[in-house]
């Protein structure tokens, strides 16, 4: 397997709306006009609305600040080309100020006032630039109205920036909010164009390059990306002809005969990310279940904490304790074990949980190199707090001092130093009972085989969703770790065929079978 020379991540990075203004108005301040930055905007719509409407007539819905500045100059350079083109501005047209005021004054058509009267019809073309990503309130009167009629004529909408009714930074639709097919934003995409519910409304999120620098870009320190291939393949572990079953990584996992299938399918996916060997750590009187299960992992029976706190200190790379586990004591007293060495561990399921009375121990036991794997439920058991996923996880981190992955359909990794993945290729046919177990391991497997906590996590859900969306409906866990193989088998090639910052939402067994959401 060939691998591609390491890429910046700076094709994934995402951009807050805070940073995207001061990207903004750095560029402004070295000599770009921001008028010439609107020009440019608009022009990026336009194009993508000539393309995605053809010849259609199209109506564009204008917004009081800059989205609809970028409105004006879409609907002039679309008649300009011979569209026909119907535009309607909420609120009053006096009131606009600055750069989008000078893109109104440069539209010698006609101005409709945008109100509750605005009527529909099925299949309209649509461009929405009436509020952007720095939206920080419910769309109300008018403009919720055109939403609401918008998506019950199912019209064709390209949104500019983010659909309006949608937080950039969050996601968050507090109200009506207009559903797009697709997004043009620039420079680069928000958390927003990622983040559950909005990003079901943001259809294919295309980013145009509007002449803001990277160097400028860098400035704002970017600390947020979305799960690509360009994150975590240049760490990937690809063994060489020197390494056999210990380099390639030693795991436990500890298991309880209660429920055995959860460390079982926890091992299974540890073995297909590469690990070197596996052992499933259990009571003596727990042992012949194991024995019973897959041939290729071995079981050591260890009766008391002391025994595994012993055993773990040895030729072990690394850790998980939690699946299947039970919240009893005896749980709360491997985890401490296993974080007490200091080295790479996945704490999942019941090692969360066991803790919800008194988090101190864990709180204190918790490291860099470990990765927390919670769900909602499992998450509010052991961090207090409320506000958006994105911000929860990243607070999460820095109060534990070890990666978080907050699991969900929109799946946030988040580090201790404040950098956070947004996985974008989530799949609905991970709703069952054992995946999560399977995802443990896949973690711990790549861990223990070198990769860094924050990638090896995003590796891990990247790959666990791609399993998911080959199989669909019908997915069990069991089949998430064989389908492994060939999905890493197609990477070099999805890699290599694909643009940098891509978001394959289907990762292919051949590369031209790939799905980009770019």
């Given amino acids: 397997m060939t691998k591609p020379?390491?890429?910046?991540?700076?094709?994934?990075?995402?951009?807050?709306?805070?940073?995207?203004?001061?990207?903004?108005?750095?560029?402004?301040?070295?000599?770009?006009?921001?008028?010439?930055?609107?020009?440019?905007?608009?022009?990026?719509?336009?194009?993508?609305?000539?393309?995605?409407?053809?010849?259609r007539p199209v109506t564009v819905l204008c917004g009081p600040g800059n989205n609809g500045g970028d409105g004006f100059v879409a609907a002039r350079l679309l008649a300009e080309r011979g569209v026909e083109v119907r535009l309607l501005l909420l609120g009053d047209r006096a009131r606009l100020k600055g750069d989008a005021a000078l893109a109104a004054d440069r539209?010698?058509?006609?101005?409709?006032?945008?109100?509750?009267?605005?009527?529909?019809?099925?299949?309209?073309?649509?461009?929405?630039?009436?509020?952007?990503?720095?939206?920080t309130r419910a769309?109300?009167?008018?403009?919720?109205?055109?939403?609401?009629?918008?998506?019950?004529?199912?019209?064709?909408?390209?949104?500019?920036?983010?659909?309006?009714g949608v937080f950039g930074d969050t996601g968050a639709v507090p109200g009506a909010a207009v559903n797009a097919q697709e997004c043009v934003t620039f420079c680069r995409r928000k958390p927003g164009h990622f983040l559950m519910p909005g990003a079901a409304l943001c259809g294919a999120v295309r980013v145009a390059d509007i002449g803001i620098p990277n160097g400028v870009v860098a400035a704002q320190a970017p600390d947020t990306w979305v799960n690509s291939a360009d994150l975590w393949w240049?760490?990937?572990?690809?063994?060489?002809?020197?390494?056999?079953?210990?380099?390639?990584?030693?795991?436990?996992?500890?298991?309880?005969?209660?429920?055995?299938?959860?460390?079982?399918?926890?091992?299974?996916?540890?073995?297909?990310?590469?690990a070197g060997m596996v052992s499933i750590a259990c009571r003596d009187a727990d042992a012949g279940l194991f024995r019973a299960g897959a041939p290729g992992v071995l079981v050591r029976p260890l009766d008391d904490a002391a025994a595994y706190a012993d055993f773990i200190q040895g030729r072990v790379k690394?850790?998980?304790?939690?699946?299947?586990?039970?919240?009893?004591?005896?749980?709360?007293?491997?985890?401490?074990?296993?974080?007490?060495?200091?080295?790479?561990?996945?704490?999942?399921?019941?090692?969360?949980?066991?803790?919800?009375?008194?988090?101190?121990?864990?709180?204190?036991?918790?490291?860099?190199?470990?990765?927390?794997?919670?769900?909602?439920?499992?998450?509010a058991r052991i961090f207090a707090g409320e506000g958006d996923r994105l911000t929860r996880a990243r607070r999460a981190a820095a109060e534990c001092g070890a990666v978080v992955v907050l699991k969900g359909f929109d799946t946030v990794i988040a580090a201790p130093d404040g950098r956070c993945v947004i996985n974008a290729n989530g799949a609905p046919y991970l709703a069952t009972a054992g995946t999560g177990d399977v995802l443990a391991g896949m973690i711990g497997?790549?861990?223990?085989?070198?990769?860094?906590?924050?990638?090896?996590?995003?590796a891990a859900i990247w790959l666990h969703a791609a399993a998911a969306h080959a199989v669909g409906h019908g997915l069990i866990a069991e089949d998430i770790p064989d389908l492994l193989?060939?999905?890493?088998?197609?990477?070099?090639?999805?890699v290599a065929a694909g643009p940098e910052g891509q978001v394959l939402t289907v990762l292919p067994l051949a590369p031209e079978g790939k799905n980009e959401h770019v």
């Fill in 5 to 55: 020379e390491p890429s910046s991540w700076t094709a994934s990075e995402l951009l807050r709306v805070g940073q995207m203004a001061a990207a903004d108005a750095q560029t402004i301040a070295g000599g770009v006009p921001g008028i010439e930055l609107m020009e440019t905007a608009g022009r990026a719509v336009a194009d993508r609305a000539q393309a995605l409407f053809e010849r």
């Fill in 107 to 135: 539209w010698t058509g006609p101005v409709e006032a945008l109100d509750d009267t605005f009527g529909t019809e099925p299949g309209m073309a649509v461009i929405d630039a009436l509020f952007g990503a720095g939206l």
């Fill in 139 to 164: 769309l109300d009167g008018a403009a919720a109205a055109v939403a609401e009629r918008l998506n019950a004529s199912e019209a064709e909408v390209l949104a500019v920036d983010i659909p309006s």
């Fill in 234 to 274: 240049p760490d990937f572990p690809v063994p060489g002809p020197d390494d056999h079953k210990y380099t390639r990584g030693h795991l436990v996992v500890w298991g309880n005969g209660e429920m055995p299938g959860a460390a079982r399918m926890t091992a299974a996916g540890a073995r297909r990310a590469g």
């Fill in 318 to 379: 690394a850790l998980i304790v939690g699946p299947g586990a039970g919240t009893d004591g005896a749980t709360r007293d491997r985890v401490l074990a296993a974080l007490a060495t200091g080295k790479p561990m996945v704490l999942d399921a019941d090692g969360i949980s066991a803790f919800a009375d008194d988090t101190a121990p864990l709180l204190a036991g918790l490291h860099e190199n470990c990765v927390m794997t919670p769900h909602e439920g499992e998450f």
């Fill in 445 to 458: 497997g790549l861990m223990g085989q070198g990769m860094p906590p924050l990638v090896g996590a995003a």
């Fill in 485 to 494: 193989p060939a999905l890493i088998r197609g990477l070099p090639g999805a």
